[in-house]
Each structure stands twice: as structure tokens, then as C-alpha cells.
């Protein structure tokens, strides 16, 4: 079930990432209803939505392999869609209204983490892998 879990999410990343390192321009206006003009802020999209989520698939994936690794991927899984809750909280409140994306981003952020926690307390120790 672990396993499954990190797997799952490390397609999400994968998938998120494929699309923002080629075709950037197109989920950016979708989701935030704008896209950077200034070439550096291309590049630092593709690199950090692109690229940063592919790095993080590679490692979920990786992380998913091994009954003995598969505890710390769902940890990684808790912490990082945790971390992005959390800023996303942040940004809700200072920032102000959303729009949609924002809002069901944040649930399943907050459902992947809630989920996460159940998976390891019906498994609590990697040698019952």
C-alpha cells in the first residue's frame, strides 16, 4: 500500500513536471490566467515546476523501489505536499482570492497527506513490507 501511495503521487509529479518544462506557457495561463513575458521567468518556471517535479518523481520513484526505502517516500510524499500546503495556506491569506485551481490543489494536497498518515499507521514499520 506504501509503495502504491509513492507511486501514485511520484505519476502526479511526473506528469506535472512534463508539462510545465514543455508547454509551460499553456498550464500557466489555465491555472494562474497569465503567462511571464520575460524569458527568465520561462526558464525559472520550466525549472522549477518543470524540472523540480521531475526530479521529485525520480525520487518517489526511486524512494517506492525498495520495501526498505518505501516508509521514507511516503514521508518525502507527506512532507513535500504538506510544505506545499502549508505555503499555499500562506498565500491564501495574504495574498487574498484564488481562483478554482488553487482551491482543489490544496484539498488534494491536503487529502495526500491525510491519506499518507493512514498508509503508514496501518504499516507502521518497513519490515512488515
Known sequence: ?????????????????????FWPETFLLRQLGEVPIMPSAMIDVRATYGGLSLGLAGLLFKLAAQPTTVRAGVWAVILVLGGMAVGRCYGLIVDGSANGFMYLYLALEILAVAVSFVVLALRPSFHQE
Not at 509503495?3 to 502526479?12: F, K, M, P, S, T
Request: no cysteine; glycine share 4%.
Open 1 to 21: 500500500m506504501q509503495a502504491i501511495l509513492v507511486r501514485v503521487v511520484a505519476v502526479v509529479f511526473l506528469a506535472y513536471g512534463t508539462v510545465f518544462l
